[in-house]
Nanobody, 126 residues
Framework: QVQLVESGGGLVQAGGSLRLSCAASGRTFSNYAMGWFRQAPGKEREFVAA??????????YYADSVKGRFTISRDNAKNTVYLQMNNLKPEDTAVYYC?????????????????WGQGTQVTVSS
């Protein structure tokens, strides 16, 4: 069982930055691929970024809408995955969720993930 707790959300003006963190319980964090997803009101949950498990080389993947602005990273010693978000836009407003997939490659599908956090709100004002 893995528990995920997100933090770092908030209100920011367009063009600003936020760094989201997701702390995981357990001693096998490095064996999980980690993903970030987001869900805006009235919309489906969508893929944002993912990083493969350590055995998969820690490869990173991004949605086209955030490529070049967001960076996903992980610190296995701290059992934490990060999402650095720069040049934020109003359309980035959503609840952001982190998720864990056992021995995963960093899937874009939410159905691939085994565990989910409770989410953190990001609001970008224009």
């Amino acid at each position: 069982q893995v528990q995920l707790v997100e933090s770092g959300g908030g209100l920011v003006q367009a063009g600003g930055s936020l760094r989201l963190s997701c702390a995981a319980s357990g001693r096998t964090f490095s064996n999980y691929a980690m993903g970030w997803f987001r869900q805006a009101p009235g919309k489906e949950r969508e893929f944002v970024a993912a990083i493969s498990w350590s055995g998969g080389g820690g490869r990173t993947y991004y949605a086209d809408s955030v490529k070049g602005r967001f960076t996903i990273s992980r610190d296995n010693a701290k059992n934490t995955v990060y999402l650095q978000m720069n040049n934020l836009k109003p359309e980035d407003t959503a609840v952001y969720y982190c998720a864990a997939e056992w021995s995963g490659g960093g899937s874009r599908s939410p159905r691939s993930y085994d565990y989910w956090g409770q989410g953190t709100q990001v609001t970008v004002s224009s």
